[in-house]
């Protein structure tokens, strides 16, 4: 089923495979479309965070992106001809990304493709996401996404609309809901009828008492109540690291087994490798791996892509990351195997250009008297205020949200256990009443 897409998803980004929690290496993974269930719009899962700036506090470096350059491998000539590219990359005073423009190459000239729009609120909570496309003269309203939040800015809705040539036309409804810990319990998926939403789908998560995914499970509306579809059930080693994956299908009131995904980590908790085996009816059986490579930074730097033919292992895809000194990643390429020896049979490649800014003008937690110790940490620290704390929120390099807690209304300090990360610097955002501070974790 979803591993028949293996190789796809790999193309995707080097870290398709990797716990939730692991840096997405490679903004083309979010820039051109991810594979998914209920996967709408690639253009807006895309630009949006492609070019999102990282390390958003005070002081630091973030990576601001100028523009982004995409070739295709020509077969014949045996060389990259132009594909596509991202321009006209505007940000905000927060250094939120507003709007971009992107062309593709005919052959011999840049041509329209289209342009994003994004809107945010005062929290930076993205609010709206605007495609238009190039009809050749003008550019068109295609596809409207507008987001909610609740009080502690988790979001807690999305509306997906169309343009009709006149007026923007409901197409999906996506509403999440959270337990108590802020972690996400269901997605619910309605479709427009013209009139009404109509239930299609829901994803029901479960967790285990520190708070790790355990359980998913995917149900379809029959039109008067939820039916099983797919559920996926995962475990954990010691270091709360994901170890295995097992994916299973409803069928006859029963569930039957379908893939079965296995995880190793090298020492420092970087995964190194992702085994894929698929159910025959009776046994197991080895359909392939993905083998990861990282620098001295932890960074992702290669994805090599293999499958079983039964008495050996065949190379089917590569990815390859370069970084520069602040460990921002400059270039992104892909290889395919034709089957005769390491030949590239087609491929992929992309270079990002940008430069570095401070980060946004947002209050340092020592003006609050807020302390974070021990720091550096191996995971588990305290975070101490003289005020009391509203809500955390704690963000990796890549500006993506790792940790949050809404449940600090009458408490000035806790103990957070990020162990389970990995290692590297974060950013911890607090809540102060309608004050937001900013300070800096290293676990080590």
């Known amino acids: ?39 709408r719009k690639p253009s807006e899962r895309n630009l949006g965070q492609a070019f999102k700036p990282q390390t958003p506090y005070q002081g630091s470096l973030i990576q601001i ?13 045996n060389g990259w001809k132009n594909s596509a590219k991202d321009i006209n990359i505007v940000y905000d005073a927060r250094h939120n990304l507003t709007s971009a423009l992107s062309e593709t190459w005919n052959g011999s000239a840049w041509v329209n493709q289209s342009q994003t729009f994004f809107t945010y609120d005062a929290n930076n909570n993205r609010t709206s996401f605007i495609e238009k496309n190039w009809n050749g003269s003008v550019w068109v309203n295609t596809y409207q ?86 559920q996926s059930i995962y475990t954990f080693d010691v270091n709360n690291k994901r170890t ?33 085996q698929s159910w025959n009816g009776s046994a197991w059986v080895i359909a392939g791996k ?32 370069t970084y520069d000194a602040n460990n921002f990643q400059q270039s992104f390429s892909i290889k395919y195997w034709n089957g005769a020896g390491t030949k590239v049979a087609s ?21 609050a008297g807020i302390t974070v110790y021990p720091n550096p940490t191996s995971g588990k620290f305290t975070i101490a205020s003289k005020s009391i704390i509203s809500s955390i929120e704690v963000y990796n390099l890549l500006g993506e949200l790792v940790y949050s807690d809404c449940k600090f209304s009458r408490q000035k300090s806790a103990v957070i256990d990020l162990s389970d990360r990995y290692k590297g610097v974060y950013v911890i955002k607090i809540y102060i ?3 937001i501070y900013n300070t800096k974790l290293v676990i080590q």
């Open 1 to 39: 089923m979803k591993k028949i897409l293996l190789f796809a998803i790999l193309a995707l980004s080097i870290n398709a495979f990797a716990q939730n929690n692991q840096p997405t290496s490679s903004p083309i993974g979010n820039f051109r479309g991810r594979t998914e269930l209920n996967a």
């Open 65 to 77: 992106f100028d523009s982004a350059y995409f070739w295709h491998l020509d077969t014949l000539s």
């Open 145 to 230: 996404i507008i987001y909610n939040y609740d009080a502690h800015n988790t979001q807690t809705s999305e509306l997906d609309q169309s343009w009709n040539d006149s007026v923007w036309v409901n197409t999906w409804r996506y509403s999440y809901t959270y337990n108590v810990n802020n972690k996400r319990t269901n997605d619910l998926n309605q479709y427009w009828v013209g009139s009404a939403w109509v239930n299609q789908g829901q994803t029901i998560y479960a967790y285990d008492a520190i708070d790790s995914l355990t359980c998913k499970l995917i149900q379809s509306w029959n039109d008067s109540v939820w039916v099983n579809s797919y």
């Open 244 to 276: 295995n994956e097992l994916d299973q299908y409803w069928m006859n009131s029963a569930w039957v087994n379908a893939e079965k995904d296995t995880l190793t980590y090298d020492g420092n908790n970087n995964l190194i490798n992702e085994l894929y």
């Open 290 to 321: 993905i083998t990861f490579t990282y620098d001295a930074n932890h960074n992702q730097i290669s994805g090599l892509a293999q499958s079983w033919n039964g008495s050996a292992w065949v190379n089917s895809q590569q990815n390859n990351s």
């Open 347 to 367: 491929g992929d490649s992309s270079y990002y250009y940008f430069h570095t800014v401070l980060g946004i003008n947002e209050l340092t937690g020592q003006n």
């Open 433 to 435: 009443g309608k004050e």
